[in-house]
């Protein structure tokens, strides 16, 4: 079972280029969420979509856009990215219904020069 | 905003001791859930307590939920060098599932 995978795993980019981060979960899944790490900080969460077709803002949104391409596919983009994008980038997944726990993928981390 | 705030924060114990975390949180919730995480790893799931639940238990973990007081505690029992890694509570107030992470415990258990 690969559960969720994200790709790439690491990434340089330089101010101001923009990149998507791919995540997919092969579990059926209806909710899928993308989080960033900081040190310090926890996970907050940057966008999640409850179901195909939905997307909602998170806790930290600015400077991110989402698309929830099917079912399995839910990526991250970074238009124009900036030094503060520096993070580990977590991806997850969850069952429908009340009480669901999450599934993570083991994360992207991006750095921002 | 942190919904769930861990202690300690850090956390040394030897081999065979028992382990306790704690978190506490600020609203109500729909339940409270434990995470862990490996060093360079994603967060796996621990054990999730409904709001209606006192008490878990999944193998060597405890967990207790205390709605009154808003606080939770997560029970590790004879630690062992493999339960080293980050503890996480997340809450969860029932909407769409989204979870609200507290800034972890950094667990320690030395051979």
């Known amino acids: 079972n690969a559960g969720v995978t994200q790709t790439p795993k690491f990434q340089v980019l330089k101010t101001g280029q923009s990149m998507t981060l791919q995540c997919a979960q092969d579990?059926?899944?209806?909710?899928m969420y993308w989080y960033r790490q900081d040190p310090g900080m926890g996970l907050r969460l940057i966008y999640y979509?409850?179901?195909?077709?939905?997307?909602d803002k998170g806790e930290v949104p600015n400077g991110y856009n989402v698309s929830r391409l099917n079912k399995r596919e839910f990526s991250l983009r970074l238009e124009s990215a900036a030094p503060s994008q520096t993070s580990v980038y977590f991806c997850?997944?969850?069952?429908?219904?009340?009480?669901?726990?999450?599934?993570f993928g083991d994360g992207t981390r991006l750095s921002i020069l | 905003s942190q919904q769930g705030e861990e202690d300690p924060q850090a956390l040394s114990i030897q081999e065979g001791e028992n382990a306790t975390m704690n978190c506490s949180y600020k609203?109500?919730?729909?339940?409270l859930q434990w995470y862990r995480q490996n060093s360079g790893r994603g967060l796996v799931h621990l054990i999730l307590?409904?709001?209606?639940?006192r008490e878990k238990h999944s193998g060597r973990l405890r967990v207790t939920l205390d709605t009154s007081k808003k606080s939770s505690s997560l029970l590790i029992t004879a630690s062992r060098a493999a339960d080293t890694a980050s503890y996480f509570c997340?809450?969860?107030?029932?909407?769409?599932?989204?979870?609200?992470f507290g800034k972890g415990i950094t667990l320690s258990v030395r051979p």
């Open positions: 997850a997944s969850s069952g429908w219904g009340f009480n669901q726990p999450q599934h």
């Open positions: 579990m059926n899944h209806n909710s």
């Open positions: 979509s409850a179901s195909e077709g939905t997307t």
């Open positions: 609203t109500s919730i729909n339940n």
């Open positions: 307590i409904r709001s209606n639940e």
């Open positions: 997340a809450t969860d107030t029932g909407a769409n599932s989204k979870l609200t």
